[in-house]
């Protein structure tokens, strides 16, 4: 089973920047692609950046051009920093991490979520 935790939230003016941090930990699994999602009070949850264990980035288009996501596979964890933040961009934002793990002779997949951190962007 895996923890994800994640850290870097907050309330940042318009134009503002910030940078959001997942830290993966336990054992037992691996993990191929790590991202970031978010989610508005009543709204479906949506992808915004990932990052496979090669290095591959995918990004949504709301979010290409200001938004990076990076990760240290030593430290199994993931980066994403913010440049030019709208108030659009508030929301709470959810680490995820894809993978698989060895149960019984057999490779399974695995999918493991943060507790999420608050973006507010706002003046």
């Known amino acids: 089973q895996a923890q994800l935790v994640e850290s870097g939230g907050g309330l940042v003016q318009p134009g503002g920047s910030l940078r959001l941090s997942c830290a993966a930990s336990g054992s037992g699994f691996s993990i191929d692609t790590m991202g970031w999602y978010r989610q508005v009070a009543g709204k479906q949850r949506e992808m915004v950046a990932a990052?496979?264990?090669?290095?591959?980035?995918n990004y949504a288009d709301a979010v290409k051009g200001r938004f990076t996501i990076s990760r240290d596979n030593d430290k199994n964890t993931a980066y994403l920093q913010m440049n030019s933040l709208s108030p659009e961009d508030t929301a709470v934002y959810y680490c995820?991490?894809?993978?698989?793990?060895?149960?019984?002779?057999?490779?399974?997949?695995?999918?493991?979520w943060g507790q999420g951190t608050q973006v507010t962007v706002s003046s």
């Open positions: 995820n991490a894809k993978g698989s793990r060895r149960a019984g002779g057999y490779l399974l997949p695995v999918d493991y």
């Open positions: 990052i496979t264990s090669s290095g591959l980035p």
